[in-house]
């Protein structure tokens, strides 16, 4: 199976700048593509960006658009979260999610077990 470890997460203040890692590792696997969620307190997880393994296709939410980059290391099945210009209102867990094969199963669709990001005002 696939496993996803998620880091860089912290308490920063508004303004400051963040950088989240998420590496995946398992035997014989291959990546379609990794995006990053979040989960405010007291709410549901929402979407934050994506990006394709294929081609380094980039997604973002309105919310972070112009402030976050997501971006990928390929040879160390790596993809990471820069963080710009952080509002209170991006404190949440932030969750890491990726797709792909995996010999002997198939299709894989797995989370981290996030990072806490706090940001305050």
């Known amino acids: 199976q696939v496993q996803l470890v998620e880091s860089g997460g912290g308490l920063v203040q508004a303004g400051d700048s963040l950088r989240l890692s998420c590496a995946a590792s398992?035997?014989?696997?291959?990546?379609?593509?990794m995006a990053w969620f979040r989960q405010p307190p007291g709410k549901e997880r929402e979407y934050v960006a994506s990006?394709?393994?294929?081609?380094?296709?980039?997604s973002y939410s309105n919310s972070v658009k112009g402030r976050f980059t997501i971006s990928s290391d390929n040879s160390k099945n790596t993809a990471y979260l820069q963080m710009n210009s952080l509002k209170p209102d991006d404190t949440a867990v932030y969750y890491c999610?990726?797709?792909?094969?995996?010999?002997?199963?198939?299709?894989?669709?797995?989370w981290g077990q996030g990072t806490q990001v706090t940001v305050s005002s």
């Open positions: 398992g035997r014989t696997f291959t990546i379609y593509g």
């Open positions: 990006i394709s393994w294929t081609g380094g296709t980039t």
């Open positions: 999610n990726a797709e792909g094969w995996v010999a002997g199963r198939g299709d894989y669709d797995v």
